[in-house]
């Protein structure tokens, strides 16, 4: 089994930052992809960001220039820099791995964390 351990979110200002930390352990993969995703009341889970084992980065359009995904293969633990932060950022956000490939479609992914609340204040 995959464990994902979420940490950073929180409450901040619009225009603020915040970092989010996901540790994954448990059993591992050879090329595992790390993804965020976000959730909205009454939403579906959306796509936000993914990186590939070796670096590769993806991002949906609403967060290009605001957000950075990045990732430290040592400590199996994939980062969301989020800059410039807006109030309908405000949602809880979700890391996933996948085995093997880079998907927007959450159902793509079997491992989930538990999830973390952002929350931009007006």
């Known amino acids: 089994q995959v464990q994902l351990v979420e940490s950073g979110g929180g409450l901040v200002q619009a225009g603020g930052s915040l970092r989010l930390s996901c540790a994954a352990s448990?059993?591992?993969?050879?090329?595992?992809?790390m993804g965020w995703f976000r959730q909205f009341p009454g939403k579906e889970r959306e796509f936000v960001a993914a990186?590939?084992?070796?670096?590769?980065?993806y991002y949906t359009d609403s967060v290009k220039g605001r957000f950075t995904i990045s990732r430290d293969n040592a400590k199996n633990t994939v980062y969301l820099q989020m800059s410039s932060l807006k109030p309908e950022d405000t949602a809880a956000y979700y890391c996933?791995?996948?085995?093997?490939?880079?998907?927007?479609?959450?159902?793509?992914?079997?491992?989930w964390g538990q999830g973390t609340q952002v929350t931009v204040s007006s």
């Open positions: 996933a791995l996948h085995p093997s490939g880079i998907y927007r479609s959450p159902r793509e992914y079997r491992y």
């Open positions: 990186i590939s084992w070796n670096g590769g980065t």
């Open positions: 448990g059993r591992t993969f050879s090329n595992f992809a």
